[in-house]
Nanobody, 121 residues
Framework: QVQLVESGGGSVQAGGSLKLSCSTSGLTYTYFWVAWFRQAPGKERDGVAALYVGSGVTKYAESVKGRFAISHDIAKATVYLEMNVLKPEDTGMYFC??????????????WGQGTQVTVSS
């Protein structure tokens, strides 16, 4: 059984930083995509960052390029999203997902429950 559990969300002022973690279990693939999505109130869920585990290939939404970084610790089976220079528009529920393709939400099979990030101006 695959499980994804996010943590690390919180409230921060604009310009600050947060690091989200997604602890995974049950994933038996050698090469697979993991990704972070976010959903702002009243908006659709959008892809923020994705990583092809095993190859190091990454994809980022234009709005976060240069500010966010996705990484994966194989030993800890954990995916991270380091977020810097946060802006109020980064506010939303952040979800970890696995076994999909890039930043396309509809392709992902496994999802975490989400962690809230709130950025105040």
């Amino acid at each position: 059984q695959v499980q994804l559990v996010e943590s690390g969300g919180g409230s921060v002022q604009a310009g600050g930083s947060l690091k989200l973690s997604c602890s995974t279990s049950g994933l038996t693939y050698t090469y697979f995509w993991v990704a972070w999505f976010r959903q702002a109130p009243g908006k659709e869920r959008d892809g923020v960052a994705a990583l092809y585990v095993g190859s190091g290939v990454t994809k980022y939404a234009e709005s976060v390029k240069g500010r966010f970084a996705i990484s994966h610790d194989i030993a800890k089976a954990t995916v991270y999203l380091e977020m810097n220079v946060l802006k109020p528009e980064d506010t939303g529920m952040y979800f970890c997902a696995a076994a999909g393709v890039g930043l396309e939400e509809r392709n992902y099979v496994y999802w975490g429950q989400g962690t809230q990030v709130t950025v105040s101006s």
